[in-house]
């Protein structure tokens, strides 16, 4: 096995379609006298389902009463797949687990506290803090272990920073703006920022009234302060909001009033944009594009007026279905994918942020485009963890309505104050009827 770390992708076979039309719940050892478990994934792409495979064949290998069946759906469908699963209490043991699904599926009582099982687990101590943190949910209970982190850095282009006279990368958000400007020439087809307008447009959004909050925020509920005020409401939030909406006006291509994901990146990849912030699976897919090595690089999350950054590490990774009629066997399973050589190759094919401690004295992390991830790692004083309310039962609605402000404000049918009243307005009444 290769000890490598770190992508993500998506796709789907004609066995996976057939398991989710027809698949065993995993009811006990098969006539061989083998255990035949399913594990689903939810980030579906063929590269990614080829090496997960090739993991399982590993574990198969290394326990080999046990065969892992692997099912693959589209990513657009597989959460709903996957609920519909859990729903029905058949056809699935191992599942793939996200921050955005841990909340629903574990408040249904369809997940496996995997607490009793790690604490006994000898591989415990070798995951990160963070990982270990992670795997513990609001209520104690350990859901899934996760697999790997999404961390936002700043994607630029060193070329045009040096041609535009600057010594190096934007630090601040501030920074940005000034840049980004100055480099925007609509007359070459070069612009400062590939902004998000689209789908997912609230997060960027979200990130900068972090970065300029984070001094008094709740880093347990990132959209809260340490007063019990929403963000939303803090006089830097609307400095924030400006300043980000102003790289749109000043330093973003017109089209990217609608940009979402593959928009970004391609305006990215393609030399059209100078900076993108974004997670770092999209490292491989700029080393993969046009653009040369030295032509890019990334550099750490930009930070708010005091010098701090929040860094909101989005997670994902494996848990077990309460309903598995193979739970020691899924346990096991779980536990190699997240032992050190599954757990670094797996995280270095998918461009994660890992979960061993052992991956920080890789190579693979100390060179190039990772280094930026390593300067936030060592240095948590600025760049600051935290963690967003992504559990929560609205989650959904929020990103819905989240999303359709900032087209509004974009389009100019609403006042970046008036975004920040509604969200302050929409959070504050979300969080009293869960206490009332």
Not at 75 to 96: F, H, N, R, Y
Not at 135 to 145: L, Q, T
Not at 200 to 214: D, G, H, L, P, R
Not at 312 to 324: H, Q
Request: hydrophobic content about 40%; aromatic content about 10%; proline content about 5%.
């Amino acid at each position: 096995m290769k000890h490598k770390i770190l992508t993500t992708a998506a796709g789907i076979g004609t066995v996976a379609v057939l398991a989710l039309t027809g698949c065993s719940s995993g009811a006990g050892p098969a006539e061989d006298g083998k255990v035949t478990l399913q594990m689903v994934e939810s980030l579906t792409n063929p590269a990614r389902t080829e090496l997960i495979r090739g993991l399982l064949d590993e574990f198969e290998k290394d326990n080999p009463d046990i065969k892992v069946n692997l099912v693959s759906p589209p990513t657009e469908q597989a959460d709903q797949k996957i609920q519909q699963m859990l729903q029905s209490g058949k056809g699935v043991d191992v599942l793939e687990v996200r921050d955005i699904t841990v909340g629903p599926f574990s408040n249904n009582g369809w997940l496996y506290d995997l607490t009793d099982d790690l604490k006994a687990w000898d591989g415990w101590d070798a995951l990160t803090e963070n990982a270990q943190s992670a795997s513990v949910a609001e209520d104690g209970k350990s859901y899934f272990v996760p697999y790997g982190f999404y961390g936002l850095s700043l994607f630029y282009r060193k070329d045009l920073v040096e041609q535009a006279g600057f010594d190096g990368p934007p630090h601040s958000w501030k920074d940005l703006l000034e840049q980004a400007s100055e480099i925007q020439d609509p007359s070459k087809n070069i612009y400062g920022y590939a902004f998000r307008g689209g789908q997912n447009a609230n997060s960027n959004v979200v990130a900068a009234i972090e970065a300029y909050t984070i001094d008094d925020l709740n880093v347990d509920d990132a959209f809260l302060l340490k007063n019990g005020d929403t963000m939303f409401s803090a006089p830097e939030a609307q400095e924030a909001v400006d300043d980000y909406f102003a790289l749109f006006e000043q330093a973003s291509p017109p089209s990217a009033v609608s940009w979402g994901y593959p928009e970004m990146v391609a305006g990215f990849t393609n030399g059209s944009t100078a900076f993108l912030l974004q997670d770092p699976e999209v490292i491989a897919t700029v080393q993969d594009s046009s653009l040369k090595e030295e032509q890019w690089d990334t550099a750490p999350l930009l930070v708010g007026p005091s010098g701090k950054a929040a860094q909101p590490l989005a997670v994902a990774g494996w848990g077990v279905a309460e309903n598995s009629a193979n739970k020691e066997a899924a346990v096991k399973l779980v536990q190699f994918l997240a032992s050190e050589e599954p757990a670094t190759e797996f995280a270095q094919a998918n461009s994660l942020v890992p979960i061993v401690t052992s991956a920080s004295d890789d190579e693979f992390y100390k060179t190039g485009p990772w280094t930026s991830y390593v300067t936030m790692t060592e240095d948590p004083e600025t760049y600051i963890n935290v963690r967003q309310p992504r559990g929560v039962s609205w989650w959904t609605e929020w990103i819905q309505k989240s999303d359709q402000d900032v087209q509004k404000v974009l389009l100019g049918d609403m006042t970046t104050k008036e975004l920040l009243t509604s969200w302050d307005e929409f959070w504050t009444e979300k969080y009293a009827s869960e206490k009332g």
